[in-house]
T-cell receptor
Framework: LAKTTQPISMDSYEGQEVNITCSHN???????ITWYQQFPSQGPRFIIQ???TKVTNEVASLFIPADRKSSTLSLPRVSLSDTAVYYC?????????????FGKGTHLIIQP | DSGVTQTPKHLITATGQRVTLRCSPR?????VYWYQQSLDQGLQFLIQ???????AKGNILERFSAQQFPDLHSELNLSSLELGDSALYFC??????????????FGPGTRLTVL
């Protein structure tokens, strides 16, 4: 299993860029990285997914180095509403238990 | 709005009772997942169904069972309830059959309180 490790919590201020790093040392060739966001008392919501290098969408960017043993979720210019739990998952093409392992996630707190 | 619906939103019951949670997946999704989220355990995968068939089992207790009906809605049955079963129960749906293979769309959850 490609176990992931991410910080338990982080805090930052409005307007700052926030980077959350996830370690996945045992990632396999056919695995890709997926991030979800969860607000209190709501279900997780898909944010971004990538395989290598950089992926950007309207919400975030995902940086994946060449060895793919880690990934960094980057949230530009955060606001109070970005306070949430962020989960990093390693998902195998075709499926596998890792795609269901959300763990405890990173609790991000944004302050004014 | 993810397109996944869950009912009821809240449920309060007593120990020893049985309850049924209901989930309707997004239109076109054939896979349904059930998760339990408690404060100390985080989000735990329980079970997955694809087009009516069980695909994967996680940390689901024997007191719990689920099924997916021909119209693709799913029900999670919890029996002989204990205080520790109090949690948020989420349903998610996706397109593919592969376990956790594609993006999961989560419903708003059912908050179960066992007194």
């Amino acid at each position: 299993l490609a176990k992931t490790t991410q910080p338990i919590s982080m805090d930052s201020y409005e307007g700052q860029e926030v980077n959350i790093t996830c370690s996945h040392n045992n990632i396999a060739t056919n695995d890709y990285i997926t991030w979800y966001q969860q607000f209190p008392s709501q279900g997780p919501r898909f944010i971004i997914q990538g395989y290598k290098t950089k992926v950007t969408n309207e919400v975030a960017s995902l940086f994946i180095p060449a060895d793919r043993k880690s990934s960094t979720l980057s949230l530009p210019r955060v606001s109070l509403s970005d306070t949430a739990v962020y989960y990093c998952l390693v998902v195998a093409t075709g499926g596998g238990a890792d795609g269901l392992t959300f763990g405890k996630g990173t609790h991000l707190i944004i302050q004014p | 709005d993810s397109g996944v619906t869950q009912t009821p939103k809240h449920l309060i019951t007593a120990t020893g009772q049985r309850v049924t949670l209901r989930c309707s997946p997004r239109s076109g999704d054939l896979s349904v997942y059930w998760y339990q989220q408690s404060l100390d355990q985080g989000l735990q995968f329980l079970i997955q169904y694809y087009n009516g068939e069980e695909r994967a089992k996680g940390n689901i207790l024997e007191r719990f069972s689920a099924q997916q009906f021909p119209d693709l809605h799913s029900e999670l049955n919890l029996s002989s309830l204990e205080l520790g079963d109090s949690a948020l129960y989420f349903c998610a749906s996706s397109v593919l059959a592969g376990v956790g293979a594609d993006t999961q769309y989560f419903g708003p959850g059912t908050r179960l309180t066992v007194l």
